[in-house]
Structure formats: C-alpha cells, structure tokens
C-alpha cells in the first residue's frame, strides 16, 4: 500500500496546485489539464486498492469461493 499512499499524496499537491491556479485566474485550460491529471491519479490509486483486495480474496481462498464477485464489479463501476 505504500506506493497507493505516495499516489494519493501526489494527487493531493496536485489538487492543491489546482486550487492555487484557480485563485490565480489562470488559464481554464491549464486548471483543466491539472484537474484531469489528479483524476487519473485518484482512478489509479482506486483501481490499486481494488486489484490489492482481490489478490488477498484469492490467496486467502484456499480454494473456496470466497470473492464477492458482485461487490468487487460494483466497486469498480464506481470508479467508472
């Protein structure tokens, strides 16, 4: 989880930065392409969090059904 949390701290400057720009005035465009570079990471980290909890679901499976495979479709619609 260590490199999810150096993900989401990223993000978080980012956000930050995209504050700041918008307190500045600045251009629209730039506040956007900043603002699509924390969504991604914020996706990324997300998608990493999911991807680690089935990894443990199946290694803790022992071969039993264990996953909730709906749960994990609805977690990954919500980052959709």
């Known amino acids: 989880m260590g ?3 150096n993900r989401l701290k990223r993000a ?13 005035g600045r251009d629209c465009e730039d506040v956007v392409m900043q603002l699509s570079a924390v969504s991604k990471a914020l996706d990324r980290a997300g998608f990493a969090i ?3 909890g089935m990894r443990q679901c199946l290694v ?3 071969g039993e059904e264990t ?3 709906q749960k994990l479709q609805k977690l990954f619609l919500s980052l959709a």
């Open 50 to 52: 999911i991807a680690s």
């Open 60 to 62: 803790e499976s022992k």
């Open 3 to 5: 490199k999810v949390v």
């Open 12 to 24: 978080q400057g980012q956000l930050a930065g995209v504050v700041r720009m918008l307190e500045e």
């Open 67 to 69: 996953v909730d495979v």
